[in-house]
């Protein structure tokens, strides 16, 4: 997991002792009621005031916004990891799966091989699994890819927050935060490129997976064909508006040691499969850069 961490404090309020006014009116108004949010963890509200105190080009309020703005756009980013799967057990989940499909696929070729009915019906069933779990793994990290990315927009302008502000005003903070910034953003950078590895990798199995599962089909007398096989060569799972998408929740399961569970047309044809081999089974599978340190205190 990323570690996130700017060592957050704020270039504050620039006249810490004045009452806030309701209405923001002038760059410095407008500064301390979006230090005010970020303080209280309103990063959208944040945001918009510092930008507005930015808007104005006053030279004294432009580098403490932008540093603040940082900050603001960095907790965004942290945010949106919140979001979505982390990028590690994604990964870990999309090479499962294929390691699991790759089991199938090896399966399918012994099946094909021998031409024996009950082999190839128990091949395709289990290849039915697979693809499910092929297509939950693939689910999961197009997440994670969403979320990742929609971080790496936000740090990458935190990043160039804390650059400006240092432009407009020598500060050893905002040198060193847009440093830390950067090295989670490499770090984040690897993990986008991980995942981006990881739904090739998916896509490609389960074009492999279905291009032989296709074959067995083509090998089943119909009387022998399992429940649901008729039509299913392009077949597109839909969406379940009232549950877990399938394999989701069995992919959970198997990851927390509990048995995939198949439909009873399913569980039916797979233990007629196995009545003559009952000993077989096919194996079913299964970043720290700190943070931006406390900004100064405008005495002004």
């Known amino acids: 997991m990323l570690g996130l961490g700017l060592a957050l404090g704020l270039a504050l309020r620039v006249f810490a002792e004045a009452p806030a006014p309701a209405t923001p009116r002038t760059p410095r108004e407008f500064f301390n009621a979006g230090t005010r949010q970020l303080e209280d963890g309103k990063l959208k509200q944040a945001e918009a005031l510092l930008e507005a105190a930015l808007a104005a080009q006053r030279e004294s309020v432009q580098p403490p916004a932008l540093y603040n703005l940082g ?3 960095f907790a965004q980013g942290a945010e949106e990891l919140q979001k979505g799967p982390a990028a590690k057990p994604a990964a870990g989940r999309a090479r499962a799966g294929a390691q699991a499909a790759d089991a199938v696929i090896q399966s399918a070729d012994a099946a094909l091989a021998s031409r024996e009915v009950r082999q190839l019906v128990a091949s395709y069933l289990q290849g039915r699994g697979a693809r499910r779990e092929l297509r939950a793994a693939a689910k999961i990290v197009r997440q994670a890819l969403e979320t990742h990315r929609a971080a790496l927009q936000r740090w990458q302008r935190a990043s160039g927050d804390f650059k400006s502000s240092l432009e407009l005003r020598s500060s050893e903070d905002a040198r060193q935060n847009a440093e830390i910034v950067d090295r989670n953003i490499a770090r984040l950078v690897d993990s986008i490129r991980e995942l981006q590895a990881a739904a090739s990798a998916l896509a490609e199995k389960e074009q ?31 969406e379940q508006p009232n549950g877990p998408e399938p394999g989701m929740e069995e992919g959970r399961r198997r990851s927390e040691g509990e048995e995939m569970t198949l439909s009873p047309e399913e569980a039916g044809w797979l233990l007629e499969s196995y009545k003559l081999d009952s000993d077989r089974r096919l194996p079913m599978g299964e970043p720290e850069a700190g943070k931006p340190r406390s900004p100064d205190r405008p005495t002004w």
């Open 71 to 73: 900050h603001v756009r």
């Open 208 to 238: 492999e997976l279905g291009e032989k599962m296709k074959e067995m089909r083509g090998n089943i007398p119909d009387q022998d064909m399992p429940p649901g096989a008729a039509g299913e060569e392009d077949e597109e799972e839909q």
